[in-house]
């Protein structure tokens, strides 16, 4: 059975290795990879930046059955990540399935029902600039993987007299060469040293960016944003309470913080169905926030607020990227001594006065440009609006920062192909045309896309071979967005992950857990988060490995967090949504027997 990936990034390698590990008498599956690239990693290796980290921790990160020592830190840089992928496409030999330098040209349904991928391939023939071969070749396909992303195409927005940037009608001399890009043409702090820098977009790359632009000696930073951000740091670390520091070498990764028990596992349906676990959790969180640095709108973040509907983790995706929060901070930070006294988060003193004052200045999406270059901004009530409506913005680079669009344009328009949005079975294929899946085209909110595709791809295969019981139950896993929302695709990661491991009866019990394997893989899939090897214990994807990771790396990771953490982010949470869940447990047996249903 022919299986063609598109793709050799994260998602295509998963489900590369997923397919041939699965493979038998009656499926057996033949994959091949086609990579439109010179080499595997995808984003992570094109799109890639000077000083680029990944912003999810490697004990979420990493595949469930190829993990990094113990020593490695905690978060990888890109290079460090895309030589993880090469580790691990040689650990698995992938390395013949791959074929790079072939871009996809069109794919189209047979008479057979089987898919023609046709593709052609780049040669250099002596060339500076290697080009794209006019004959095409194809292959016959039974199944098909679309695993290129979500980072590929450039999202650019129109904005009127943008063109000024490069030529404005002004009088006054240039000192550096005038520019506009998307911030994937973005590589080095050089790009920015000297320069008047406006950032349109606050995601972990506008921020990432505005950090960058800093650091290189920018004369002047604006980033812009539409409706602002929900910040927090990577990693839990650097505060003070009563003049005692709370800081440690081994910080705990903020993306293995939410517990299983009770909130991922172990969920009645009218609890999942109500999202209380979400609301209630963004509650605690913005009390406990304001407590510990002044302020609910983030972590230590006062400026750019999002609207109270949509500030928390049910509506948006979480940026990670908080490093330049204490330059966007600086005008906005007003707090009484004594209230900082008993409780602050801490600043890196590199980034802090007297090493330095410098200010990113933030400020809605321009309207438009005049034609002297000038920046107009959307009028609102917002602080940075106000503050900035009284500066003469005149930037001489702009970096698109705004995200990426998926297009599909290789799918032949009279096979009625699905798009990702009209895959209804778990976002990863569309009922009735289980043929083609499409892994790796949902984000999370707080959590990792490669673990995601790597759960899609077990899932996926799990459909194909009939082991998945249709129909499915609701999907209760999506970020909360309006009807006419830009991103839909947004998932909370915990609660797909586990939505998908019992799909696949991957899931696994609590009295199997303790009588297989023990107290301590027990306790770990209690307090840890939703980490792939929880879910290679039991069914059809079982392995010999995960046992082993779970009482090393992750017994480590869950025990970092201390006893206290322990019990205020892990026992007590979990005793009140057992609560919880026992009462609706309790009220739908009581419905049921009344003759309602569930």
């Not at 029902?113 to 500076?128: A, C, E, I, M, S």
């Not at 520091?245 to 028990?261: A, E, M, R, Y």
């Not at 169905?273 to 002044?294: A, E, M, N, Y």
């Not at 438009?368 to 001489?396: C, E, W």
Request: aromatic share 12%.
């Amino acid at each position: 059975m022919k299986v063609v990936i598109i793709g050799a990034g994260p998602s295509g390698l998963v489900t590369c290795k997923a397919l041939l590990e699965a493979a038998n008498v009656d499926f057996p599956f033949e994959p091949v990879i086609l990579e439109q690239e010179d080499n595997i990693g995808g984003t992570f290796r094109y799109r890639s930046y000077e000083h680029s980290n990944l912003v999810s921790s490697k004990q979420l990160t990493c595949f469930s059955d190829f993990r990094l020592p113990p020593s490695h830190p905690d978060h990888l840089t890109l290079n460090e990540y895309v030589q993880y992928l090469e580790d691990y496409a040689q650990s698995f030999n992938l390395g013949g399935r791959i074929n790079l330098n072939c871009k996809v040209i069109n794919i189209q349904r047979a008479a057979t029902g089987k898919h023609q991928v046709t593709f052609v391939r780049r040669t250099n023939n002596g060339l500076q600039e290697p080009e794209w071969d006019r004959a095409t070749e194809t292959i016959t396909a039974d199944y098909i993987a679309l695993c290129a992303g979500l980072h590929v195409t450039p999202s650019i927005p129109t904005i009127p007299g943008i063109e000024h940037i490069l030529n404005p009608q002004t009088s006054e001399k240039d000192e550096v060469t005038r520019t506009v890009f998307h911030s994937m043409e973005y590589k080095l702090r050089s790009q920015l040293a000297g320069r008047r820098v406006m950032i349109l977009g606050t995601g972990e790359t506008g921020m990432d960016l505005a950090y960058e632009a800093v650091k290189a000696g920018a004369k002047q930073v604006v980033l812009c944003s539409r409706a602002g951000f929900l910040s927090f740091p990577k990693a839990l670390n650097d505060f003070e309470i009563f003049g005692i520091g709370f800081k440690t070498k081994t910080p705990v990764p903020i993306d293995s913080l939410i517990t299983n028990l009770a909130e991922t596992a172990y969920v009645h349906p009218w609890v999942a169905q109500s999202h209380i676990r979400w609301f209630i959790s963004d509650f605690v969180i913005k009390r406990v926030l304001w407590l510990l640095t002044g302020t609910q709108a983030g972590c230590n973040q006062w400026v750019g607020e999002l609207d109270q509907k949509r500030l928390g983790r049910a509506y948006v995706f979480l940026n990670k990227s908080h490093k330049a929060m204490p330059y966007l901070n600086r005008p906005y930070r007003k707090r009484p001594w004594y209230l900082d006294y008993m409780s602050r988060y801490i600043d890196p003193p590199e980034d802090s006065p007297p090493q330095t004052n410098f200010t990113v200045d933030l400020a809605p999406f321009p309207t438009h440009f005049l034609p002297n270059g000038q920046a107009i901004f959307t009028p609102s009530k917002r602080k940075d609006y106000v503050r900035i409506s009284q500066m003469d913005i005149r930037p001489d680079t702009v970096i698109y920062a705004t995200g990426y669009t998926q297009q599909f344009d290789y799918l032949d328009k009279g096979s009625g192909y699905p798009s990702p949005r009209e895959a209804d079975l778990r976002n990863v294929a569309k009922i009735g045309d289980e043929t083609i899946g499409f892994i790796g085209y949902v984000r999370p909110g707080v959590g990792a896309i490669p673990p995601l595709a790597e759960m899609q791809a077990f899932f996926w295969i799990s459909l194909i071979k009939g082991h998945v019981k249709l129909p499915l139950s609701d999907p209760h896993y999506h970020l909360l967005t309006s009807e006419d929302a830009r991103i839909k695709y947004g998932v909370d990661h915990s609660a797909y992950m586990s939505t998908l491991a019992k799909d696949i009866q991957a899931a696994p019990g609590l009295l199997d857990l303790w009588w297989t394997y023990g107290l301590k893989v027990l306790l770990c899939y209690c307090f840890g988060a939703a980490f792939t090897p929880f879910y290679r214990l039991v069914g059809p994807f079982r392995s010999d490995a995960a046992p082993e990771i779970i009482k090393t790396e992750l017994w480590e990771t869950i025990t970092r967090r201390g006893i206290i953490g322990n019990i205020t982010m892990g026992l007590i949470p979990m005793l009140f949504y057992l609560s919880v869940n026992m009462l609706a447990f309790l009220l739908g047996t009581g419905w049921q027997l009344l003759g309602g249903h569930l």
